[in-house]
Protein backbone atom coordinates (compact mmCIF):
# COMPACT_ATOMS: atom_id res chain seq x y z
CA UNK A 1 0.00 0.00 0.00
CA UNK A 2 1.12 3.44 -0.12
CA UNK A 3 -1.16 4.93 2.22
CA UNK A 4 0.72 7.64 4.35
CA UNK A 5 1.19 6.59 7.89
CA UNK A 6 -1.04 7.09 10.74
CA UNK A 7 0.88 9.41 12.71
CA UNK A 8 0.47 12.74 10.47
CA UNK A 9 1.60 15.22 12.87
CA UNK A 10 4.99 13.63 13.91
CA UNK A 11 7.84 15.75 13.84
CA UNK A 12 11.26 14.50 11.90
CA UNK A 13 14.60 15.35 12.20
CA UNK A 14 14.64 19.83 11.93
CA UNK A 15 11.22 19.63 13.08
CA UNK A 16 9.11 19.52 9.92
CA UNK A 17 6.13 17.32 9.47
CA UNK A 18 4.48 15.79 6.41
CA UNK A 19 1.49 17.94 7.75
CA UNK A 20 4.10 21.03 6.63
CA UNK A 21 5.06 19.71 3.76
CA UNK A 22 1.37 19.41 2.77
CA UNK A 23 0.23 22.22 3.11
CA UNK A 24 3.17 24.06 1.50
CA UNK A 25 3.26 22.93 -1.71
CA UNK A 26 -0.41 22.65 -1.31
CA UNK A 27 -0.95 19.32 -1.44
CA UNK A 28 -2.67 16.35 0.49
CA UNK A 29 -0.79 14.54 2.94
CA UNK A 30 -1.41 11.37 0.99
CA UNK A 31 0.02 12.95 -1.84
CA UNK A 32 3.26 13.59 0.07
CA UNK A 33 3.42 10.03 1.24
CA UNK A 34 2.96 8.82 -2.07
CA UNK A 35 6.28 11.11 -3.17
CA UNK A 36 7.84 9.68 -0.19
CA UNK A 37 7.59 6.26 -1.26
CA UNK A 38 8.04 6.49 -4.91
CA UNK A 39 4.53 5.75 -5.92
CA UNK A 40 3.69 5.81 -9.80
CA UNK A 41 0.55 7.33 -8.91
CA UNK A 42 1.84 10.72 -8.65
CA UNK A 43 2.22 13.05 -12.23
CA UNK A 44 5.79 14.35 -12.68
CA UNK A 45 4.93 17.95 -12.37
CA UNK A 46 3.02 17.33 -8.86
CA UNK A 47 6.42 14.92 -7.96
CA UNK A 48 8.97 17.87 -8.75
CA UNK A 49 6.73 20.61 -7.00
CA UNK A 50 6.59 18.26 -3.77
CA UNK A 51 10.01 17.52 -3.64
CA UNK A 52 11.13 20.92 -4.66
CA UNK A 53 9.53 21.78 -1.03
CA UNK A 54 10.87 18.89 0.74
CA UNK A 55 14.71 19.97 -0.42
CA UNK A 56 13.84 23.24 0.81
CA UNK A 57 12.40 22.80 3.68
CA UNK A 58 15.01 20.20 4.79
CA UNK A 59 12.33 17.35 5.58
CA UNK A 60 14.33 14.22 6.41
CA UNK A 61 11.56 11.72 7.03
CA UNK A 62 12.58 8.76 9.71
CA UNK A 63 13.19 5.19 8.19
CA UNK A 64 11.00 3.73 10.66
CA UNK A 65 7.99 5.93 9.44
CA UNK A 66 8.83 5.12 5.83
CA UNK A 67 8.68 1.66 7.01
CA UNK A 68 5.34 2.21 8.68
CA UNK A 69 3.87 3.91 5.55
CA UNK A 70 4.46 1.13 3.37
CA UNK A 71 2.77 -1.58 5.82
CA UNK A 72 6.27 -2.50 7.75
CA UNK A 73 7.18 -2.92 11.56
CA UNK A 74 11.19 -2.40 11.10
CA UNK A 75 11.43 -5.22 13.07
CA UNK A 76 14.24 -8.22 13.02
CA UNK A 77 13.39 -11.45 14.76
CA UNK A 78 16.03 -13.34 16.14
CA UNK A 79 15.40 -17.22 16.86
CA UNK A 80 17.44 -19.52 18.60
CA UNK A 81 18.06 -22.29 21.38
CA UNK A 82 21.50 -21.97 22.15
CA UNK A 83 22.69 -21.47 26.16
CA UNK A 84 26.13 -20.02 25.19
CA UNK A 85 26.19 -16.48 26.04
CA UNK A 86 29.32 -15.93 24.53
CA UNK A 87 27.51 -16.91 20.96
CA UNK A 88 24.23 -15.30 21.42
CA UNK A 89 26.25 -12.04 22.30
CA UNK A 90 28.43 -12.17 19.62
CA UNK A 91 25.41 -12.84 17.32
CA UNK A 92 22.89 -10.23 18.60
CA UNK A 93 26.00 -7.48 17.91
CA UNK A 94 26.26 -8.43 14.38
CA UNK A 95 22.78 -8.11 14.10
CA UNK A 96 22.55 -4.96 15.90
CA UNK A 97 25.42 -3.74 13.33
CA UNK A 98 23.35 -4.34 10.27
CA UNK A 99 20.30 -2.87 11.86
CA UNK A 100 21.89 0.61 12.53
CA UNK A 101 21.31 2.56 9.54
CA UNK A 102 18.64 0.70 8.24
CA UNK A 103 15.92 1.59 10.89
CA UNK A 104 15.51 -1.59 11.96
CA UNK A 105 15.55 -2.98 14.97
CA UNK A 106 15.83 -6.60 16.91
CA UNK A 107 13.49 -9.07 18.79
CA UNK A 108 15.11 -11.77 20.23
CA UNK A 109 13.28 -14.97 20.93
CA UNK A 110 14.05 -18.23 22.10
CA UNK A 111 12.54 -21.75 21.20
CA UNK A 112 13.40 -24.84 21.98
CA UNK A 113 14.55 -26.79 18.51
CA UNK A 114 13.38 -29.98 19.38
CA UNK A 115 9.82 -28.99 20.57
CA UNK A 116 7.11 -31.23 18.70
CA UNK A 117 5.38 -27.65 18.72
CA UNK A 118 8.57 -25.62 17.72
CA UNK A 119 7.03 -24.61 14.17
CA UNK A 120 3.64 -23.57 15.69
CA UNK A 121 5.48 -21.93 18.41
CA UNK A 122 7.59 -19.42 15.65
CA UNK A 123 4.35 -18.65 13.57
CA UNK A 124 2.84 -17.43 16.80
CA UNK A 125 5.80 -15.17 17.97
CA UNK A 126 5.79 -13.89 13.92
CA UNK A 127 2.04 -13.01 14.41
CA UNK A 128 2.16 -11.08 17.52
CA UNK A 129 5.32 -9.44 17.04
CA UNK A 130 5.09 -8.66 13.41
CA UNK A 131 8.79 -8.85 12.71
CA UNK A 132 9.57 -8.36 9.16
CA UNK A 133 12.00 -11.28 9.33
CA UNK A 134 13.54 -13.56 10.97
CA UNK A 135 17.44 -14.75 11.62
CA UNK A 136 17.39 -18.23 12.58
CA UNK A 137 20.38 -19.84 14.27
CA UNK A 138 21.24 -23.65 14.81
CA UNK A 139 19.98 -25.57 16.00
CA UNK A 140 17.03 -24.79 15.49
CA UNK A 141 17.16 -23.46 12.09
CA UNK A 142 17.97 -27.54 11.49
CA UNK A 143 14.49 -27.68 11.16
CA UNK A 144 12.96 -27.62 7.23
CA UNK A 145 9.57 -27.00 8.15
CA UNK A 146 10.30 -23.42 9.73
CA UNK A 147 11.62 -21.87 6.43
CA UNK A 148 8.36 -23.81 4.79
CA UNK A 149 6.00 -22.45 7.38
CA UNK A 150 7.47 -19.17 7.02
CA UNK A 151 6.76 -18.57 3.05
CA UNK A 152 3.33 -19.70 3.63
CA UNK A 153 3.13 -16.13 5.61
CA UNK A 154 5.48 -14.55 3.05
CA UNK A 155 7.80 -13.78 5.86
CA UNK A 156 11.39 -14.10 4.68
CA UNK A 157 14.26 -15.55 6.59
CA UNK A 158 17.90 -16.27 6.46
CA UNK A 159 18.87 -19.21 8.27
CA UNK A 160 22.39 -20.11 9.44
CA UNK A 161 23.72 -23.91 10.20
CA UNK A 162 26.91 -26.27 9.35
CA UNK A 163 25.18 -27.51 6.15
CA UNK A 164 22.80 -26.56 3.58
CA UNK A 165 18.69 -26.59 4.99
CA UNK A 166 15.89 -27.25 2.37
CA UNK A 167 13.44 -24.63 1.82
CA UNK A 168 15.35 -21.62 3.40
CA UNK A 169 15.56 -18.71 0.75
CA UNK A 170 18.65 -17.97 1.76
CA UNK A 171 21.27 -18.93 4.55
CA UNK A 172 24.61 -18.57 5.44
CA UNK A 173 26.37 -22.00 5.59
CA UNK A 174 29.50 -22.06 7.84
CA UNK A 175 32.61 -24.54 6.45
CA UNK A 176 33.03 -26.37 10.17
CA UNK A 177 33.99 -30.30 8.52
CA UNK A 178 37.12 -28.08 6.97
CA UNK A 179 37.70 -26.16 10.04
CA UNK A 180 37.53 -29.34 12.21
CA UNK A 181 39.69 -30.98 9.88
CA UNK A 182 42.48 -28.28 9.83
CA UNK A 183 42.74 -29.11 13.72
CA UNK A 184 43.36 -32.70 12.99
CA UNK A 185 45.75 -31.76 10.59
CA UNK A 186 47.43 -29.26 12.92
CA UNK A 187 47.28 -32.11 15.74
CA UNK A 188 49.11 -34.53 13.24
CA UNK A 189 51.80 -32.13 12.59
CA UNK A 190 52.98 -31.65 15.70
CA UNK A 191 53.42 -35.58 15.67
CA UNK A 192 50.31 -36.52 18.25
CA UNK A 193 49.25 -40.21 17.15
CA UNK A 194 46.97 -40.37 20.31
CA UNK A 195 44.53 -38.29 19.41
CA UNK A 196 40.88 -37.75 21.36
CA UNK A 197 37.55 -35.88 20.09
CA UNK A 198 35.23 -34.34 22.60
CA UNK A 199 32.27 -34.12 20.43
CA UNK A 200 28.79 -31.91 20.58
CA UNK A 201 25.68 -33.44 20.52
CA UNK A 202 25.31 -35.68 17.64
CA UNK A 203 21.56 -34.44 17.14
CA UNK A 204 23.01 -31.36 16.06
CA UNK A 205 24.65 -30.78 12.15
CA UNK A 206 27.41 -28.82 13.51
CA UNK A 207 28.49 -31.34 15.78
CA UNK A 208 28.41 -34.71 13.22
CA UNK A 209 29.93 -32.00 10.37
CA UNK A 210 32.78 -30.93 12.80
CA UNK A 211 33.36 -35.10 13.77
CA UNK A 212 33.32 -36.36 10.68
CA UNK A 213 35.99 -33.32 9.13
CA UNK A 214 37.81 -34.20 12.40
CA UNK A 215 37.90 -38.09 11.28
CA UNK A 216 38.46 -37.87 7.83
CA UNK A 217 42.12 -36.48 8.53
CA UNK A 218 43.03 -38.76 10.64
CA UNK A 219 41.81 -41.42 8.36
CA UNK A 220 44.25 -39.48 5.65
CA UNK A 221 46.95 -39.83 7.95
CA UNK A 222 46.27 -43.47 8.49
CA UNK A 223 45.67 -42.79 12.59
CA UNK A 224 43.35 -45.07 14.01
CA UNK A 225 40.76 -43.13 16.01
CA UNK A 226 39.37 -45.35 18.87
CA UNK A 227 36.14 -45.96 20.36
CA UNK A 228 38.31 -45.19 23.50
CA UNK A 229 38.96 -41.59 22.19
CA UNK A 230 35.81 -40.38 21.61
CA UNK A 231 33.41 -38.88 23.87
CA UNK A 232 30.29 -37.29 23.43
CA UNK A 233 29.71 -33.99 24.85
CA UNK A 234 26.47 -31.57 24.88
CA UNK A 235 28.92 -28.44 24.40
CA UNK A 236 28.62 -27.44 27.72
CA UNK A 237 30.99 -27.02 30.28
CA UNK A 238 30.21 -29.55 32.71
CA UNK A 239 29.91 -32.35 29.76
CA UNK A 240 33.72 -31.57 28.49
CA UNK A 241 34.83 -31.93 32.03
CA UNK A 242 33.26 -35.45 32.48
CA UNK A 243 34.78 -36.04 29.09
CA UNK A 244 38.16 -35.14 29.73
CA UNK A 245 37.77 -36.96 33.28
CA UNK A 246 37.32 -39.89 31.45
CA UNK A 247 40.31 -39.64 28.80
CA UNK A 248 42.80 -38.18 30.95
CA UNK A 249 42.29 -41.46 33.64
CA UNK A 250 43.09 -43.55 30.64
CA UNK A 251 46.35 -45.98 31.20
CA UNK A 252 47.25 -44.51 27.51
CA UNK A 253 45.93 -41.29 27.75
CA UNK A 254 46.00 -39.01 24.64
CA UNK A 255 48.39 -36.45 23.94
CA UNK A 256 46.11 -34.40 21.78
CA UNK A 257 42.01 -33.45 22.64
CA UNK A 258 39.84 -32.03 20.02
CA UNK A 259 36.86 -30.48 21.63
CA UNK A 260 33.96 -29.50 19.62
CA UNK A 261 33.88 -25.94 20.99
CA UNK A 262 35.61 -23.58 23.29
CA UNK A 263 33.82 -23.86 26.25
CA UNK A 264 34.25 -27.84 26.55
CA UNK A 265 37.89 -26.71 26.06
CA UNK A 266 37.65 -25.12 28.47
CA UNK A 267 36.68 -27.98 30.84
CA UNK A 268 39.77 -30.13 29.32
CA UNK A 269 41.89 -27.41 30.69
CA UNK A 270 40.17 -27.71 34.40
CA UNK A 271 40.50 -31.24 34.34
CA UNK A 272 44.49 -31.09 33.16
CA UNK A 273 45.19 -28.73 35.36
CA UNK A 274 43.66 -30.72 38.60
CA UNK A 275 45.34 -34.01 37.22
CA UNK A 276 48.53 -32.14 37.11
CA UNK A 277 48.71 -32.02 33.28
CA UNK A 278 51.25 -29.35 31.86
CA UNK A 279 49.13 -27.45 28.40
CA UNK A 280 50.94 -28.02 25.95
CA UNK A 281 54.14 -30.81 27.29
CA UNK A 282 52.13 -33.24 27.83
CA UNK A 283 48.49 -32.55 26.58
CA UNK A 284 47.69 -30.24 23.47
CA UNK A 285 44.23 -29.04 23.50
CA UNK A 286 42.07 -27.55 20.65
CA UNK A 287 38.49 -26.13 20.84
CA UNK A 288 36.26 -24.93 18.07
CA UNK A 289 34.23 -21.22 17.67
CA UNK A 290 36.90 -18.41 18.30
CA UNK A 291 35.26 -17.05 21.46
CA UNK A 292 36.73 -14.22 23.32
CA UNK A 293 37.00 -17.30 25.99
CA UNK A 294 39.59 -18.81 24.00
CA UNK A 295 42.08 -15.35 24.82
CA UNK A 296 40.67 -15.45 28.29
CA UNK A 297 41.88 -18.97 29.17
CA UNK A 298 45.12 -20.39 30.62
CA UNK A 299 47.34 -21.26 27.97
CA UNK A 300 45.34 -19.42 25.69
CA UNK A 301 43.34 -21.99 23.41
CA UNK A 302 43.89 -22.97 19.66
CA UNK A 303 40.92 -23.21 18.09
CA UNK A 304 38.56 -22.50 15.04
CA UNK A 305 37.40 -18.81 14.65
CA UNK A 306 33.66 -19.00 13.19
CA UNK A 307 33.64 -15.13 12.19
CA UNK A 308 29.94 -15.32 14.07
CA UNK A 309 29.50 -11.36 14.15
CA UNK A 310 30.50 -10.77 10.46
CA UNK A 311 27.85 -13.49 9.76
CA UNK A 312 25.20 -12.20 11.59
CA UNK A 313 25.49 -8.85 10.30
CA UNK A 314 25.73 -10.88 6.70
CA UNK A 315 23.07 -12.29 7.24
CA UNK A 316 20.88 -9.21 8.79
CA UNK A 317 21.73 -7.19 5.60
CA UNK A 318 20.38 -10.00 3.00
CA UNK A 319 17.41 -10.42 5.61
CA UNK A 320 16.34 -6.65 4.80
CA UNK A 321 17.51 -6.86 1.20
CA UNK A 322 14.70 -9.15 0.98
CA UNK A 323 12.37 -7.48 3.39
CA UNK A 324 12.95 -3.98 0.84
CA UNK A 325 13.26 -5.92 -2.48
CA UNK A 326 10.83 -9.29 -2.21
CA UNK A 327 10.06 -9.70 -6.07
CA UNK A 328 14.04 -10.65 -6.12
CA UNK A 329 13.01 -13.57 -4.83
CA UNK A 330 15.71 -16.36 -3.01
CA UNK A 331 19.00 -15.48 -3.25
CA UNK A 332 22.18 -17.92 -3.13
CA UNK A 333 23.50 -19.50 0.03
CA UNK A 334 27.07 -18.09 1.08
CA UNK A 335 29.81 -20.97 2.21
CA UNK A 336 31.70 -19.19 5.36
CA UNK A 337 35.31 -20.08 5.48
CA UNK A 338 36.64 -20.65 8.70
CA UNK A 339 40.04 -20.63 10.10
CA UNK A 340 42.21 -22.18 12.32
CA UNK A 341 43.70 -19.83 15.62
CA UNK A 342 46.66 -21.40 17.01
CA UNK A 343 47.99 -20.32 20.14
CA UNK A 344 49.73 -21.41 23.48
CA UNK A 345 47.48 -24.21 24.25
CA UNK A 346 49.31 -26.77 21.65
CA UNK A 347 52.68 -27.92 21.10
CA UNK A 348 54.54 -30.75 19.77
CA UNK A 349 53.93 -34.33 21.17
CA UNK A 350 55.40 -35.63 23.99
CA UNK A 351 58.39 -38.22 23.93
CA UNK A 352 56.76 -41.58 24.26
CA UNK A 353 58.25 -43.36 27.44
Do not use: W
Not at 87 to 111: F, K, S
Not at 142 to 151: D, F, G, M, V
Not at 251 to 262: E, G, K, Q, V, Y
Request: net charge neutral; hydrophobic share 45%; aromatic share 4%.
Amino acid sequence: MDEEPDRTSSTYPGGVTINDIAAAANVSIRTVSRVLNRSPKVNAETRLQVQRVIDAMGFSPSLRARALAVGRSSLIGMVHDDPNALVLDTVQRGIVDACVGRGYELVVHPAVHDDADVVSEILTFVRRSRVDGLVVLPPVSEQPAIPRALADLKVPVVGLAAVRIPSYPAMLVSDERRGAHAIADHFIALGHRRIAIITGPRAFHSATEREQGFRAALQAAAIDLTAAYVREGDYGFDSGVAAAETLLALDRRPTAIFASNDIMAAGVLKVATRRGIAVPADLSVAGFDGSVLARMVSPALTTVHRPLRTMASDATTLLIDMIEDAARGPRPDRLVDLAIEIRESTGPAPRET
